[in-house]
Structures are given as structure tokens and as C-alpha cells.
Nanobody
């Protein structure tokens, strides 16, 4: 069982920056991928960014060039640097861990609120 705890959310003005952190309770280097998802009010949860075990990065189109996902395996931490924030980035951001072997398992944090508003 892996526990994930997000932090770093808050209220920020459009154009501002935030850095989200995800602390894992166990080694994340064994995970096939770590990711950040978000859920806006009355919308489905969507993938924001994913970092694969080999280092490959994936971003949803709306955040490309503005957000950067990274991981520190030694500290069991995953980060999401968010720049040039827009009101449409508002939502609850969730950390996700995914592993396929020996069986598919997926873990979620409780989420951290990000509000982009003037």
C-alpha cells in the first residue's frame, strides 16, 4: 500500500505560479509512472502530466509549455511546477501512482485545491 500526500495548493492570480508536491510513503522508483490529475467543479478528473519510470514525460495539451512534472526518487517526491496559471487551471489536483507488476495497482492522494482568480 502506498500513501500519497499532496501539498502546495492555494489561491493565485492569473499569470502566477505554484509548485505542488506529492510525498509518497514508499519507494516511487518501483512505480511505472507517477502523475498529476485535476478535477474542476462539475467536470471529470483529467490527466495533467505523467512521468514514466524511464523519464518520458506526457502533458495534456492545455498545460504544455507552462507546467513541468518531475520526480525525486531519493526523496520519494513528485512535483508539479505550474507557471502562467489561468483561471481554467482551477481545480483539485491529485497525485497518482501506477504500477503494473506483479498486478495492476493504482494509488491516489486526497488532493490539493488550486484556485486561479483575480
Amino acid at each position: 500500500q502506498v500513501q500519497l500526500v499532496e501539498s502546495g495548493g492555494g489561491l493565485v492570480q492569473p499569470g502566477g505560479s505554484l509548485r505542488l508536491s506529492c510525498a509518497a510513503s514508499s519507494n516511487i522508483f518501483i512505480m511505472d509512472s507517477m502523475a498529476w490529475y485535476r478535477q474542476a467543479p462539475e467536470k471529470q478528473r483529467e490527466l495533467v502530466a505523467r512521468i514514466m519510470s524511464g523519464g518520458r514525460l506526457l502533458y495534456t495539451d492545455s498545460v504544455k509549455g507552462r507546467f513541468t512534472i518531475s520526480r525525486d526518487n531519493a526523496k520519494n517526491m513528485v512535483y508539479l511546477q505550474m507557471n502562467k496559471l489561468k483561471p481554467e487551471d482551477t481545480g483539485v489536483y491529485f497525485c497518482n501512482a501506477y504500477i503494473e507488476y506483479p498486478q495492476v495497482r493504482e494509488y491516489w492522494g486526497q488532493g490539493t485545491q488550486v484556485t486561479v482568480s483575480s
